[in-house]
């Protein structure tokens, strides 16, 4: 059983900071492009940030400029790091993990995710 916890969340202002980890188990990480994604109330689950095994990485625009993604393959462990955070970053955000086929190129998220932690931002 793939395992995905999420740390992190918590309560930011306007133009605040966050980070969060997200810790995995029982894969083999570094076969895996693992990404975060976030959902609003009301709102579907959408990308934030992915990262692939080799590096490569991927962001919503709105959140280009402002967030970061990285991981430590060593430590089976992938971050986020959230800058000039506004009110509309505001939700749960989900770690997920994609398993990745050598030459083919796959879209949207992969089979596993994160209990999800919760972002609020607000003054």
């Known amino acids: 059983q793939v395992q995905l916890v999420e740390s992190g969340g918590g309560l930011a202002q306007p133009g605040g900071s966050l980070g969060l980890s997200c810790k995995s188990g029982r894969i083999t990480f570094n076969r895996y492009t693992m990404g975060w994604y976030r959902q609003a109330p009301g709102n579907q689950r959408e990308l934030v940030a992915t990262i692939t095994s080799a590096g490569s990485t991927n962001y919503a625009d709105s959140v280009k400029g402002r967030f970061t993604i990285a991981r430590d393959n060593a430590e089976d462990t992938v971050y986020l790091r959230m800058n000039i955070l506004n009110v509309e970053d505001t939700g749960v955000y989900y770690c997920?993990?994609?398993?990745?086929?050598?030459?083919?190129?796959?879209?949207?998220?992969?089979?596993?995710w994160g209990p999800g932690t919760q972002v609020t931002v607000s003054s």
């Open positions: 997920n993990a994609k398993w990745e086929v050598p030459g083919i190129v796959v879209t949207g998220p992969g089979a596993y």
